[in-house]
């Protein structure tokens, strides 16, 4: 089967974010350089000193801190504006997922006048020309946005739909453990199983390749061995580096090679319950394993294991234990119920979850009723 893999963002796997930006920035003197990030980013002391270091460095910089959790198409207008009053021509994002996807909107709208993010999301517009360039300085060890070529951000009825194009993907993800390193525990945690998830979906999906195995091996496996040390001790750089380092592995994975059930159902959940994307994802993956785990056959198998560090007589039938001992460990629920999720939904989830598009990269074939088991497993 033919495949491309494409993932032109230039990884900066960094010590020190705020001297390697200015770095990267070099050529973009006598441009403009917006930087985008949240109110939490921002109060925490993250990106203060980096927009500062732009500045000392000659650069003319402009910050938009108030990018929201789950932007919508309004918000995304908002940036544009700032953006066109500081005649931007390099945007920076510093934050997670939602400040990262607004970064690539506003970067693609800064080149096509008269376009609505909303005419793209919905084909009444196509993108025809490349976007500014966006370097995307990750906050959270989970979503991989730094280099996906996705960007998710709610329509005007809050309906949150991705616009997928080349040019979305970021010139540079400058990555650095030390921005993570105030994210308390259950982000850590929650972040981190989205990441991880990512990784074995990718790795389990059908549309897998052996160049996407290895960026999603190296991910599972600096996921299994690091996740609970920079839950537990979120001060430890190395942990802290590593996680930082698996959430861009698995992103390229995801990219590349699609996802599968877990994120499935976790849409109509998060959709439902308005419950945390990565909170979701994890209490999803043991009842998903169970039902994925006669498919994970032969050298899969023992690739898989071998990753997560399980022994070499362990079964793939023993996938759903360990993904439920590894989210006691780090703090997490492991019930759907937990999360205030009713049995009464479930039919309705279960069919919204079989119409989501990463449901037939699946390892194993779903339908509504298959969908309806494993919510039924996790409750
Ligand atoms: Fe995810």
Same mark, same amino acid.
């Given at each position: 089967? #033919?495949? %491309? +893999?494409?993932c032109p963002t230039r990884l900066n796997f960094s010590d020190n974010a705020a001297e390697d930006l200015v770095l990267e920035l070099s050529g973009a003197e006598g441009g403009s350089v917006l930087v985008l990030t949240d109110?939490? &980013?921002? *109060?925490? $002391?993250?990106? $203060?000193p980096v927009v500062d270091r732009l500045q000392t460095a000659g650069f003319k910089t402009t910050l938009f801190g108030e990018v929201p959790g789950n932007p919508s198409v309004n918000d995304v207008d908002q940036a544009v504006a700032v953006a066109k009053r500081a005649g931007a021509t390099h945007l920076v994002a510093i934050g997670g997922g939602s400040v990262i996807d607004t970064a690539k909107a506003v970067g693609v709208l800064m080149t096509h006048e008269g376009v609505n993010w909303e005419d793209l999301q919905w084909g009444r517009a196509k993108i025809s020309r490349p976007s500014l360039p966006v370097i995307a300085v990750p906050t959270t060890s989970g979503t991989g946005s730094e @280099?996906?070529? %996705? /960007? @998710? &951000? #709610?329509?005007? *009825?809050? +309906?949150?739909? $991705? %616009?997928v194009h080349p040019t979305i993907f970021p010139d540079t993800a400058l990555i650095d453990g030390h921005l993570t390193l105030s994210l308390p525990p259950h982000l850590t945690a929650a972040t981190g199983m989205d990441a991880l998830v990512h990784a074995m979906e990718a790795y389990l999906g059908k549309r897998h390749n052996p160049i996407t195995d290895l960026y999603a091996l190296a991910a599972i496996r600096l996921t299994s061995q690091w996740l609970p040390e920079a839950t537990r001790n979120g001060k430890n750089l190395e942990a802290r580096s590593a996680m930082a380092q698996a959430a861009s592995l698995g992103g390229i994975a995801m990219d590349q090679a699609g996802l599968g059930l877990v994120h499935s159902l976790c849409g109509p959940l998060a959709a439902t319950y308005? @419950?945390?994307? #990565?909170? $979701?994802? /994890? @209490?999803l993956l043991p009842a998903t394993l169970a039902f994925n785990a006669p498919e994970i056959k032969g050298e899969r198998w023992e690739n898989l294991r071998a990753a997560i560090g399980l022994a070499g007589t362990a079964s793939p039938e023993e996938l759903s234990g360990w993904a439920e001992d590894l989210l006691k460990e780090i703090g997490l629920p492991t019930r759907l119920s937990e999360l205030g999720v009713k049995k009464e939904m479930i039919a309705e989830m279960a069919e919204d979850a079989t119409r989501m598009v990463m449901t037939p990269n699946n390892i194993r074939p779903v339908t509504a009723e298959d969908c309806a088991s494993v919510l039924e497993m996790a409750l």
């Amino acid at each position: 089967m #033919g495949y %491309v +893999f494409n993932c032109p963002t230039r990884l900066n796997f960094s010590d020190n974010a705020a001297e390697d930006l200015v770095l990267e920035l070099s050529g973009a003197e006598g441009g403009s350089v917006l930087v985008l990030t949240d109110a939490g &980013i921002l *109060k925490a $002391g993250i990106a $203060g000193p980096v927009v500062d270091r732009l500045q000392t460095a000659g650069f003319k910089t402009t910050l938009f801190g108030e990018v929201p959790g789950n932007p919508s198409v309004n918000d995304v207008d908002q940036a544009v504006a700032v953006a066109k009053r500081a005649g931007a021509t390099h945007l920076v994002a510093i934050g997670g997922g939602s400040v990262i996807d607004t970064a690539k909107a506003v970067g693609v709208l800064m080149t096509h006048e008269g376009v609505n993010w909303e005419d793209l999301q919905w084909g009444r517009a196509k993108i025809s020309r490349p976007s500014l360039p966006v370097i995307a300085v990750p906050t959270t060890s989970g979503t991989g946005s730094e @280099v996906t070529h %996705v /960007a @998710v &951000i #709610g329509d005007s *009825k809050g +309906f949150k739909k $991705g %616009v997928v194009h080349p040019t979305i993907f970021p010139d540079t993800a400058l990555i650095d453990g030390h921005l993570t390193l105030s994210l308390p525990p259950h982000l850590t945690a929650a972040t981190g199983m989205d990441a991880l998830v990512h990784a074995m979906e990718a790795y389990l999906g059908k549309r897998h390749n052996p160049i996407t195995d290895l960026y999603a091996l190296a991910a599972i496996r600096l996921t299994s061995q690091w996740l609970p040390e920079a839950t537990r001790n979120g001060k430890n750089l190395e942990a802290r580096s590593a996680m930082a380092q698996a959430a861009s592995l698995g992103g390229i994975a995801m990219d590349q090679a699609g996802l599968g059930l877990v994120h499935s159902l976790c849409g109509p959940l998060a959709a439902t319950y308005h @419950v945390h994307h #990565g909170l $979701g994802i /994890a @209490v999803l993956l043991p009842a998903t394993l169970a039902f994925n785990a006669p498919e994970i056959k032969g050298e899969r198998w023992e690739n898989l294991r071998a990753a997560i560090g399980l022994a070499g007589t362990a079964s793939p039938e023993e996938l759903s234990g360990w993904a439920e001992d590894l989210l006691k460990e780090i703090g997490l629920p492991t019930r759907l119920s937990e999360l205030g999720v009713k049995k009464e939904m479930i039919a309705e989830m279960a069919e919204d979850a079989t119409r989501m598009v990463m449901t037939p990269n699946n390892i194993r074939p779903v339908t509504a009723e298959d969908c309806a088991s494993v919510l039924e497993m996790a409750l």
